[in-house]
T-cell receptor, first 114, second 113 residues
Framework: NAGVTQTPKFQVLKTGQSMTLQCAQD?????MYWYRQDPGMGLRLIYY???????DKGEVPNGYNVSRLNKREFSLRLESAAPSQTSVYFC?????????????FGPGTRLTVL | AQSVTQPDIHITVSEGASLELRCNYS??????LFWYVQSPGQGLQLLLK??????LVQGIKGFEAEFKRSQSSFNLRKPSVHWSDAAEYFC???????????FGKGTKLSVKP
């Protein structure tokens, strides 16, 4: 049982390049989330998927797109990377989309945009 | 709107000393509160959570937290800190408008030998 896995662990991009961050969970969770972590800012929600087949914007969605490929996988795409997207990206999952459900986090992807 | 405040950005304690990390929240209804720990270069691990009932909650690694509704606080405590506790600690409240957790900005804990 690996929990939440993310690939890649590290990535360096040039401004304007695109990339997709992958996330998978093996806990049969219904809900999945993408957060970004910036120094002194805590974690902020980018996009979420309350259940398979649905996705919605979070607090900071600009410049990102997501795909809930199936129940296990939730990817985050940067179409044209900008230096402001330099951050650590965390994927999380929970059994359901309620305030009492514990969210389990992946190890993160450290992205640098030059 | 919900919010979480962690007043201390950085705390240093000596190994073996007691620890208290502060967390204050703003939430209209009954809050669902969490403490996560992030070791350097790692993801977030859940330490403990409070939903209802006993206001003193026990977690992993010897941590506990006390919910005080009158003070809108959910402070994290440990009686004796170990060097391996050096990490960043995040308080969070559940029930964001998008089902998300609302995080505080974190408190970095350093442990002196």
């Amino acid at each position: 049982n690996a929990g939440v896995t993310q690939t890649p662990k590290f990535q360096v991009l040039k401004t304007g390049q695109s990339m997709t961050l992958q996330c998978a969970q093996d806990m049969n969770h219904n809900s999945m989330y993408w957060y970004r972590q910036d120094p002194g800012m805590g974690l902020r929600l980018i996009y979420y998927s309350a259940s398979e087949g649905t996705t919605d914007k979070g607090e900071v969605p600009n410049g990102y797109n997501v795909s809930r490929l199936n129940k296990r996988e939730f990817s985050l795409r940067l179409e044209s990377a900008a230096p402001s997207q330099t951050s650590v990206y965390f994927c999380a999952s929970s059994w359901d989309w309620t305030e009492t459900d514990t969210q389990y986090f992946g190890p993160g992807t450290r992205l640098t945009v030059l | 709107a919900q919010s979480v405040t962690q007043p201390d950005i950085h705390i240093t304690v000596s190994e073996g000393a007691s620890l208290e990390l502060r967390c204050n929240y703003s939430y209209g209804a009954t809050p669902y509160l969490f403490w996560y720990v992030q070791s350097p270069g790692q993801g977030l691990q859940l330490l403990l959570k409070y939903f209802s009932g006993d206001t003193l909650v026990q977690g992993i690694k010897g941590f506990e937290a006390e919910f005080k509704r009158s003070q809108s606080s959910f402070n994290l405590r440990k009686p004796s800190v170990h060097w391996s506790d050096a990490a960043e600690y995040f308080c969070a409240v559940g029930g964001g408008s998008q089902g998300n957790l609302i995080f505080g900005k974190g408190t970095k804990l350093s442990v002196k030998p």
